[in-house]
């Protein structure tokens, strides 16, 4: 109310509310213990956290990354200080539990490969007469260290020193994974 003692109304009742402010929003609501709140984040953020899981660890354990991913967030949801859009805290929160859940799988030693011949050795899809291309199956053909490089530099737009960063390796080695990739999933592709 006013000083006059009426209701104040909006002066742009038609103002569209964004995705950014519902966000904004909902993650105090559920820093609070509001689970309808998390649950709108969840809906809103579900389909890119599970495309990130699908690419960078395996469609076959994408659903046990994402709901792990979601479960981190509730968790960590009172360290979200609002700096940033809740999506990019998501997105970061999630490449770090996939890292992590790669590292406890035992595959981080066998990530990269520096045989010679590794991408000749990749076998593609059979030929097709309708000639489609699945592209999320090349992705998943290509070893761990190439997909996951791939996938944080192409596909998600890091680059190679945040890759580097995020991995524990060398630059050098975040570029020759990406090339490695690249030339397996022209050869993949081509075929």
Request: proline fraction near 3%.
């Given at each position: 109310?006013?000083?006059?003692?009426?209701?104040?109304?909006?002066?742009?009742p038609?103002?569209?509310?964004?995705?950014?402010?519902?966000?904004?929003?909902?993650?105090?609501?559920?820093?609070?213990?509001?689970?309808?709140?998390?649950?709108?984040?969840?809906?809103?953020?579900?389909?890119?956290?599970?495309s990130?899981?699908?690419?960078?660890?395996?469609?076959?354990?994408?659903?046990?990354?994402?709901q792990?991913?979601?479960?981190?967030?509730?968790?960590?949801?009172?360290?979200?200080?609002?700096?940033?859009?809740?999506?990019?805290?998501?997105?970061?929160?999630a490449?770090?539990?996939?890292?992590?859940?790669?590292t406890?799988?035992?595959?981080?030693?066998?990530?990269?490969?520096?045989?010679?011949?590794v991408?000749?050795?990749?076998?593609?899809r059979?030929?097709?007469?309708?000639?489609?291309?699945?592209?999320?199956?090349?992705?998943?053909?290509?070893?761990?260290?190439?997909?996951?490089?791939f996938?944080?530099?192409?596909?998600?737009?890091?680059?190679?020193?945040?890759?580097?960063?995020?991995l524990?390796?060398?630059?050098?080695?975040?570029?020759?994974?990406?090339?490695?990739?690249?030339?397996?999933?022209?050869?993949?592709?081509?075929?």
């Amino acid at each position: 109310m006013d000083d006059t003692g009426r209701g104040v109304t909006d002066l742009n009742p038609k103002r569209e509310v964004l995705p950014a402010e519902n966000d904004a929003v909902d993650a105090v609501l559920a820093a609070a213990g509001d689970s309808h709140a998390f649950e709108r984040l969840y809906r809103r953020h579900l389909g890119r956290i599970h495309s990130l899981a699908r690419r960078m660890i395996n469609p076959e354990e994408a659903d046990d990354a994402t709901q792990a991913v979601f479960i981190r967030a509730w968790e960590k949801l009172g360290t979200f200080r609002g700096e940033a859009a809740f999506g990019t805290w998501l997105h970061r929160l999630a490449i770090n539990v996939m890292l992590a859940r790669r590292t406890t799988i035992g595959t981080e030693r066998g990530r990269f490969s520096e045989a010679e011949g590794v991408v000749e050795r990749m076998t593609g899809r059979p030929s097709q007469k309708d000639l489609s291309i699945d592209f999320e199956e090349a992705i998943e053909r290509l070893p761990n260290g190439a997909r996951e490089v791939f996938v944080l530099h192409d596909v998600e737009g890091y680059k190679h020193e945040e890759i580097a960063g995020m991995l524990g390796i060398v630059t050098g080695t975040s570029k020759a994974q990406l090339h490695r990739a690249r030339m397996a999933l022209r050869g993949y592709l081509e075929r």
